[in-house]
């Protein structure tokens, strides 16, 4: 059911919840446990771009340098306006805006930065069976899309029933639903798929139109060519942005991080809960999940290779960019972002020859044979590289193990202390993110008082203060100081026969 918008005259393309039976919101949680939402995690960048926040492309980044439009979550709704009581009204809330945001609270001003998010374009893909995925129907009508129709159907969507995708589209994030349904058409060969999606600066709010999306490709199915909500939906949730694209914003307010690191964690950091797609994914993995975390601090080039459904590896990707969050102001500037391209394919393979350091998956087993694509390539449960390099990294230290039981007793106690006092307030999520965050503050601020002291060297008692160790994570830790560029710091002979 969809109910007219009292934000913006003649819209019906909100979706009203239908009234739920007791139990039944559990278990549609319990079905689809990794789909309410994707936020971005607070990367390492105290004053750069996080990756859920978009970065810079070319000269321009992401974002929309107008002031946010509410999108009805956390403020109240705004009244229609139009013609020149809409121009007067937008100098007036501009003003506003800037004087507000001199007094606002920083957590206040985290919050209205992070509910920038709109929408640039929305689309239909649908397959034919002459001529493949095709572009259907997009709006605006001159925004460039090529290539987006083998993004929102990924190649091999024939064989599930219904998915969603998210993915990278140049210097925008999309999220797209897909849909596959039988037909009685001999010309359609018995089925019917199609997908509709969004573009936005960023990912941190597209989980928002998930239900709507996954509404409208059903309605696309039944009747298909029927666009006015979706045409409605974007006249509501379009982007501002400069028309050069330039002088976007793409960063967080550096004087809003400190108050980010704590906003983002409650609750914004979970995708859901109590069983979020974090908790899933180190299950998943199991202690291979301290492999993932020392290449993912390294920033290196990680595929993850999967068959559909796709969203439950684009998840995957996220809690890849989750293990690497460091809240230590300066550290980790001069490295490369830690990018999350989500789902690519082949039409990716030239952009991701210049990406220096990226998280990304795809369904396509070709990926395996491009070596020079990426560092470390992940099948299933198997976690593989080809660079000589790297291979010890893929073997777990003493230090790994200890670090892995410690989590899952942590896991352990935060489960018996919610069936046993009702503790609805942590999370998994919240366990697991804010472990491995501690566990990266713990060894940079280590490295940072180490190079600043009397005796720059790094000895087995400073490397197991760091939770390392002193010889099965010496590579590592030879990695980590060339990469995040402590080149003034010497490393005890100790630590070679240690």
């Known amino acids: 059911m969809v109910e007219r918008s009292d934000r913006a005259p003649l819209l019906d393309w909100e979706e009203v919840p239908t009234a739920e039976k007791p139990g039944e919101g559990e278990q549609a949680a319990a079905a689809h ?15 750069t771009a996080s990756p859920g926040y978009g970065w810079s492309g070319g000269g321009g980044g992401l974002g929309s340098s107008e002031p946010a439009r509410s999108d009805g979550c956390s403020a109240p709704p705004v009244s229609p306006n139009t013609g020149a009581d809409d121009e007067a009204y937008a100098g007036e809330e501009e003003h506003l805006s800037d ?18 998010d709109q929408i640039v374009s929305v ?4 397959f034919n069976t002459r001529s493949g995925n095709m572009l259907e129907w997009c709006l605006p009508k001159d925004m460039d899309l090529e290539g987006v129709e083998f ?12 998915d969603f995708i998210y993915f990278r589209k140049g210097s925008y994030f999309g999220l797209a639903c897909f849909a596959n349904m039988a037909v009685e058409s001999t010309v359609e060969r018995g089925a019917r798929m199609k997908s509709v999606g969004i573009l936005s600066p960023s990912y941190t709010l597209l989980y928002r139109y998930m239900s709507f999306l996954e509404h409208q490709v059903k309605l696309q199915l039944q009747s298909p060519g029927h666009y006015s909500p979706l045409e409605a939906f974007y006249e509501d949730k379009r982007a501002l942005l400069p028309p050069s694209g330039e002088d976007i914003v793409t960063t967080c307010p550096a004087n809003a991080w400190g108050a980010a690191i704590n906003h ?17 994914f180190i299950r998943f993995f199991g202690e291979q999940i301290m492999v993932l975390w020392k290449l993912a601090l390294l920033r290196r080039r990680i595929l993850i290779f999967s068959p559909p459904p796709v969203g439950v590896v ?22 490369p ?22 998280v990304a998956c795809t369904t396509e087993k070709i990926f395996e044979e491009k070596k020079d694509l990426y560092d470390v390539y992940v099948d299933n449960q198997n976690v593989k590289t080809y660079r000589e390099g790297l291979k010890p990294l893929l073997r777990l230290s003493a230090a790994d193990r200890e670090k892995y039981r410690k989590l899952t007793e942590q896991r352990q106690m935060l489960l018996y202390s919610q069936e046993e006092n009702g503790d609805c307030v942590s999370s998994e999520e919240d366990l697991f993110i804010l472990f491995f965050l ?23 008692e400073s490397v197991r203060a760091m939770g390392l160790d002193p010889h099965g994570d010496r590579l590592f830790l030879l990695h980590l100081l060339e990469i995040y560029g402590y080149d003034t710091l010497m490393v005890s002979e100790q630590l070679c026969c240690s």
């Not at 689309?123 to 649908?126: E, L, N």
């Not at 993004?151 to 219904?162: D, F, L, Q």
């Not at 914004?268 to 899933?280: F, L, N, R, Y």
Request: proline letters at 6%; glycine letters at 4%.
């Open 33 to 47: 446990p990794c789909r309410d939402r994707l936020s971005s995690p607070s990367n390492s960048r105290v004053l």
């Open 99 to 116: 004087l507000e945001s001199l007094e606002a609270p920083l957590e206040d001003q985290m919050v209205k930065w992070e509910e920038s």
């Open 123 to 126: 689309f239909v893909v649908t």
């Open 151 to 162: 993004k929102a159907i990924a190649s091999g969507s024939h064989r599930v029933s219904t």
């Open 264 to 280: 983002s964690m409650h609750p914004e950091m979970k995708i859901t809960h109590p069983a979020g797609c974090m908790s899933q």
């Open 314 to 335: 684009c998840y995957r990707v996220y809690c890849c960019c989750c293990l690497a969050n460091i809240s230590i102001p300066g550290v980790g500037v001069a490295v």
């Open 337 to 358: 972002e830690f990018r999350p391209f989500f789902y690519v394919n082949v039409a990716d393979i030239s952009a991701l020859e210049n990406e220096l350091s990226y």
């Open 438 to 460: 501690e566990q990266n503050n713990r060894i940079f601020q280590t490295l940072s008082e180490v190079a600043g002291s009397c005796d720059p060297t790094l000895t087995q």
